[in-house]
């Protein structure tokens, strides 16, 4: 059967909240099948427990959080994309603040403390959401719709009217029958602008943002000397952020999933309104043998390879 996943060891991390600026610490460590992925605020009294829950998202504007009792946690999205990219479907995760730190504003940092405390099988079967019939949401001219589809793939479309984009690729199809989520997609950095920058950090967000942990441009051109990673590293960060924000669902996903210009506000109603309609979606296992092929492809055990 294809298994549930979570580490052989705990690993920790410390690095600076993008929003906060504040130094943060962070340890992930191994939980008993069928927990899921639960955050904790060890640095409150008592410590306060998040589990994923697309109804407990908050702090849609400028990342996706987590909210229990007037309590949070913030910018979650790139952890947890990078632990839908390994399959990762049980872990605590400790935080002393009240945001995951920004690392370097990407999932890649994220996948090397995954794989740098080892992935275990677990024995019990990984449960998948199945979306059986299409869904959608729009706003304005942004959309978001969610179709059948047996494994998981997923096509975004930006609009930005800045040269810097608009000399890369803004449209981008990743399927993951056929591509690798570590070698594909998680090196995809956040973006902004300057104007942006300076603007929000003078109204105390964005505090610990900086050349290191995004890709920053001024009116005509990308300010990083190092350039892109990707040649459509707008787009894949999109992408990026969607994986993160439809894992809080609590399942791996097999879905086909088409956005145009949608962030985390929309990838979380499209999730609600999928939930809330029971004839849209099941909860599936596989036999290795009887998965689809996308499926095996993406979790069956040569994966663990990557």
Not at 244 to 257: I, K, R, V
Not at 262 to 280: K, P, T, Y
Request: charged fraction near 25%; aromatic fraction near 8%.
């Amino acid at each position: 059967m294809i298994r549930q996943r979570t580490l052989k060891n705990i690993v920790r991390a410390t690095g600076v909240g993008l929003h906060g600026g504040r130094k943060v610490n962070l340890v992930l460590r191994p939980a008993a099948v069928n927990t899921g992925i639960v955050f904790h605020r060890v640095d409150l009294t008592p410590v306060v427990d998040l589990p994923t829950d697309p109804y407990a998202v908050c702090d849609t504007r400028m990342c996706s959080g987590l909210e229990r009792d007037g309590h949070k946690i913030g910018t979650v999205e790139h952890l947890m994309s990078a632990l839908a990219g390994l399959g990762i479907d049980n872990l605590h995760v400790d935080v002393d603040a009240p945001e995951i730190p920004v690392l370097d504003g990407s999932s890649a940092p994220f996948i090397f403390l995954l794989q740098s405390a080892g992935i275990e099988e677990q024995a019990v079967a990984k449960k998948f959401l199945r979306v059986k019939k299409e869904v959608e949401y729009h706003e304005d001219d942004k959309w978001v719709k969610l179709a059948p589809h047996d494994g998981f793939r997923l096509f975004f479309s930006i609009v930005f009217d800045h040269p810097a984009i608009n000399s890369t690729a803004t449209k981008v199809m990743v399927d993951f029958a056929k591509h690798s989520y570590v070698r594909d997609v998680a090196r995809a950095r956040t973006f902004g602008f300057m104007q942006d920058v300076e603007f929000m950090q003078a109204n105390g967000l964005a505090l610990g943002g900086s050349l290191e942990n995004a890709i920053v441009m001024d009116e005509y051109r990308v300010l990083n000397a190092e350039g892109l990673r990707y040649s459509d590293e707008f787009v894949k960060h999109k992408v990026l952020d969607a994986i993160g924000d439809l894992y809080l669902c609590g399942h791996p996903l097999m879905a086909s999933y088409t956005a145009h210009k949608a962030g985390h506000a929309l990838n979380n109603q499209v999730l609600r309104i999928l939930l809330e309609d029971a004839s849209a979606w099941e909860i599936v296992s596989f036999e290795e043998s009887n998965a689809p092929a996308a499926v095996a492809h993406q979790f069956g055990e040569f994966a663990l390879s990557f």
